[in-house]
């Protein structure tokens, strides 16, 4: 983050939003806006954005399956796909 660039107050915004729509696009960083000197809002582009969520959700299963673990709460892998195989070939 280049803070001197990526901070800019809500006038800006406000004036040159074509322009900042641009850079978060081109740049891939985040601009974050300020309203009587206080951080409220960023503004990031949209592939950015759904990276960061799929990021989130990736981690989110991830500790859920950790703490399946320690709670033993999962199926040993050879009775898994056969669960699996058996509702996929029951269906056909």
């Given at each position: 983050m280049m803070l001197s660039q990526d901070i800019k107050p809500i006038s800006y915004l406000k004036t040159?939003?074509?322009?900042?729509?641009k850079t978060v696009t081109d740049t891939k960083r985040a601009i974050i806006i300020t309203h009587n000197g206080e951080a409220k809002a960023v503004i990031q582009d949209i592939k950015t954005y759904e990276n960061l969520q799929?990021?989130?959700?990736?981690?989110?299963m991830i500790i859920q399956s950790e703490n399946d673990i320690e709670k033993k709460d999962y199926l040993p892998q050879e009775e898994m796909f056969d669960n699996l195989e058996k509702k996929l070939f029951d269906n056909t």
């Open positions: 040159k939003t074509a322009d900042v729509i799929n990021s989130l959700h990736m981690l989110k």
